[in-house]
């Protein structure tokens, strides 16, 4: 590493999903992670705040990006619409540039959010949310070719689902995807030594603690992530480059689900629509639609091809009658108040967002301050606890109108859920540990200060400090901050101010009507969904 000159003009971020500060620092003080230690010792180091929710699809966007999701346009892994269907959140909803289309060239690797690829001056594979290899994953294109060639046995994500009783097999396959990954991490490195941001993700940790919460499995899932700390510290050294290492979010343990949906429908706020319907009448039958997906697979007919060949507004009117994954179809909405989507977005049923709404623009605050003093007050029965914590979504969001009203999380070790349940606590079944808005950032480089501690660093602060650290202007709307705690004394970093310049990106586009099923297979088996 460059001890003379004190500044860097390129960056590497390591991205690794899902790792808690405090075992960082647990773990490097006992001398089990000496990589993660090498970074704590020759650079800055400190806990990440997380987005509010603490989930991937809002927290990695703000990472790449600067700002918080009301700049972004991303609250959740799908878009909800004003007819109260959704689609699968793209690469096209980010509606500010993350760091690949202001730095160049790039190398970009298994970033979540990313899919389909975007053509920028450089390489990228698309991360989650790809649904699977058989798509156009990668830019060049012809750079799959290449991963099929070097990495035969490559592949998006595993499908979670079929490992809930098979834990040791679970093991052997998250090993298995990290050595993967961590040669395609090699491929791209290979690939050229003109880039200016390299920013590699693996999201193995979060996948295995999901499903494995024992202290002995972790140690050595970390161990093996430390190895790849190495590589990423070496190749940072020989090319002068700012190494910054990041998780998206915290881990810890799960002993409770609240049903949060059932708790609105018990409250009154919320009305399920009588079964006695076409929707109902199939349900007595045994029709859902993953009866129906069976059936179409048995004639060689993939959802892919119906999406591609119907309009969407008739695959969603069919879908809105068959009974399954679709929480919010068995919702009344011309009785309903209000309702959660996603990972704990509350939405009034304002007349003004959606198109069966049933509560006037003046009345939403008075909800929304009803509806924060109702959640907050839900005990969980079995401990005594406030189950419940809400966020104003005003306040967490304030340029957005199309943000959601409230957001709704659990407290401690419960997690929320939005299906219509009989109860409005459950069990967790095969899910041992859920999101904590802690997690870690670690940078090192040559104008970084050894040694240092980073205090109140936010996921929107990464962006702006690597940018800065090598030069750059950050965008004028970043919501993060630049951390100077990070930087040497005297290094240009620390003694130039901030340059800031106005950034766009160009968004829309057609739309992406690949066959996202098996995405969503997989966020069921990672209880993102239901």
């Not at 700002?67 to 609250?75: E, L, N, S």
């Not at 009783?165 to 991490?185: K, S, T």
């Amino acid at each position: 590493m460059s001890g003379s000159t004190y500044s860097s003009d390129r960056a590497f971020v390591l991205g690794i999903d899902g790792v808690p500060w405090r075992f960082i620092e647990r773990w490097t003080d006992a001398g089990e992670l000496p990589n993660f230690a090498r970074l704590r010792e020759e650079g800055a180091a400190g806990p990440l705040e997380s987005t509010r929710p603490p989930t991937t699809p809002l927290a990695w966007p703000s990472i790449a990006t600067g700002v918080w999701p009301d700049k972004h346009g991303i609250y959740g892994f799908q878009n909800l619409a004003s007819d109260y269907t959704h689609r699968m959140h793209t690469s096209r909803d980010c509606t500010q540039p993350p760091l690949w289309e202001q730095l160049s060239p790039a190398l970009v690797g298994n970033v979540p959010m990313t899919y389909p690829p975007t053509e920028i001056d450089g390489t990228v594979v698309a991360g989650m949310m790809t649904p699977s290899t058989d798509a156009e994953f990668t830019h060049p294109p012809a750079f799959a070719d290449e991963i099929e060639r070097q990495i035969p046995d490559y592949q998006i994500s595993l499908e979670y689902p079929e490992y809930a009783d098979r834990l040791e097999e679970f093991q052997v396959a998250i090993d298995e995807l990290l050595a993967n990954r961590r040669e395609l991490m090699q491929l791209l490195m290979d690939r050229t030594d003109d880039w200016q941001l390299c920013f590699f993700v693996f999201t193995a940790p979060d996948r295995l603690q999901h499903l494995i919460w024992d202290e002995t499995t972790l140690r050595a899932h970390y161990r093996q992530l430390d190895e790849i700390v190495g590589d990423a510290i070496a190749y940072a050294d020989d090319h002068d480059a700012d190494l910054y290492v990041v998780s998206d979010h915290g881990f810890g343990p799960l002993e409770r689900l609240v049903y949060v949906n059932r708790i609105l429908e018990r409250e009154g706020y919320l009305t399920r629509r009588d079964e006695d319907g076409t929707r109902g009448a199939l349900a007595s039958l045994g029709v859902s639609r993953d009866a129906v997906r069976r059936v179409l697979n048995a004639v060689g007919i993939s959802e892919e091809q119906l999406v591609s060949m119907l309009p969407r507004e008739f695959v969603d009117s069919v879908a809105s009658q068959l009974p399954g994954d679709h929480e919010l179809y068995d919702v009344d909405y011309e009785e309903t108040t209000a309702f959660v989507h996603g990972a704990g977005s509350l939405y009034v049923n304002d007349v003004d967002r959606f198109e069966r709404g049933i509560v006037p623009p003046e009345q939403v605050p008075r909800i929304k301050r009803e509806l924060t003093d109702l959640l907050e007050s839900v005990v969980d029965p079995e401990t005594g606890e406030q189950a419940l914590c809400v966020f104003d979504g005003d306040e967490l969001f304030p340029t957005d109108d199309g943000s959601p009203d409230l957001v709704v999380n659990g407290r401690g070790a419960r997690e929320i859920r939005t299906a219509l349940t009989d109860e409005p606590f459950g069990e967790t079944g095969t899910y041992t540990a859920s999101h904590r808005s802690e997690g870690v950032v670690l940078c090192r480089g040559p104008a970084i200060e050894p040694g240092s501690d980073l205090r109140s660093a936010r996921v929107v602060d990464v962006a702006p400090t690597l940018l800065h650290g090598i030069g750059e202007p950050v965008p004028s709307n970043a919501d993060g901050r630049v951390l100077f705690d990070a930087f040497r004394d005297g290094s240009p970093p620390a003694t130039t101010g901030v340059e800031r310049a106005d950034v766009s990106r160009a968004t829309g586009g057609d739309d992406v009507d690949d066959d996202f099923s098996d995405v969503e297979d997989r966020l069921k088996g990672l209880g993102y969904m239901e």
